[in-house]
T-cell receptor, first 111, second 113 residues
Framework: GQQVMQIPQYQHVQEGEDFTTYCNSS?????IQWYKQRPGGHPVFLIQLVKSGEVKKQKRLTFQFGEAKKNSSLHITATQTTDVGTYFCAGPPESNYQLIWGAGTKLIIKP | DTGVSQDPRHKITKRGQNVTFRCDPI?????LYWYRQTLGQGPEFLTY????????KSRLLSDRFSAERPKGSFSTLEIQRTEQGDSAMYLC???????????FGPGTRLLVL
């Protein structure tokens, strides 16, 4: 079936270090969406990318959508404690509307 | 607050009991989704409504689960004869357009003893 693989599952960083999570879909996506879920919270929408090769920035966050519209990445520069949480990618295959979710990457800041 | 709301936020029940959860989407959103999320996993799609019509159910969804959206506004998710494996966070989301951003409610955390 259609899947979105997301790696790594966890990433431990020192505050101030960079963080990257990658998504790879088994099928072409019509768009890619990124969500952040804080511990004990619910997913909160961050951004949507639609165009092939699109890059968007939100302050220290950089989002990319691959040329083939099958992969995406989120890069956080100089992490802060407020960045802690699990980052999910999700996208609807071009064949239907239903979002297929990655399993998430948990960002952990080392004390 | 005009976001998605869910009630109750927490539910503890005994195995075999029925439970019902409610979701109130953002008022102008005509699409409503139910997901289930367990620890360390992403949201798992359960079912989807466009207005009052239930357009898709996950093949993984047991027949003990039923959802309604009778007037195209709020929705209910009922689980009959609950099992311990039903323990999870049940999330509701809504969106305005097909394939558009989904806005999530705070979820209902279910614990089946």
């Amino acid at each position: 079936g259609q899947q979105v693989m997301q790696i790594p599952q966890y990433q431990h960083v020192q505050e101030g270090e960079d963080f990257t999570t990658y998504c790879n879909s088994s099928t072409t996506l019509s768009n890619i969406q990124w969500y952040k879920q804080r511990p004990g919270g619910h997913p909160v929408f961050l951004i949507q990318l639609v165009k092939s090769g699109e890059v968007k920035k939100q302050k220290r966050l950089t989002f990319q959508f691959g040329e083939a519209k099958k992969n995406s990445s989120l890069h956080i520069t100089a992490t802060q404690t407020t960045d802690v949480g699990t980052y999910f990618c999700a996208g609807p295959p071009e064949s239907n509307y239903q979002l297929i979710w990655g399993a998430g990457t948990k960002l952990i800041i080392k004390p | 607050d005009t976001g998605v709301s869910q009630d109750p936020r927490h539910k503890i029940t005994k195995r075999g009991q029925n439970v019902t959860f409610r979701c109130d989407p953002i008022s102008e959103h005509n699409r409503l989704y139910w997901y289930r999320q367990t620890l360390g996993q992403g949201p798992e799609f359960l079912t989807y409504f466009q207005n009052e019509a239930q357009l898709e159910k996950s093949r993984l969804l047991s027949d003990r689960f039923s959802a309604e959206r009778p007037k195209g506004s709020f929705s209910t998710l009922e689980i009959q004869r609950t099992e311990q494996g039903d323990s999870a966070m049940y999330l509701c989301a809504s969106s305005f357009q097909k394939r558009e951003t989904q806005y999530f409610g705070p979820g209902t955390r279910l614990l089946v003893l």
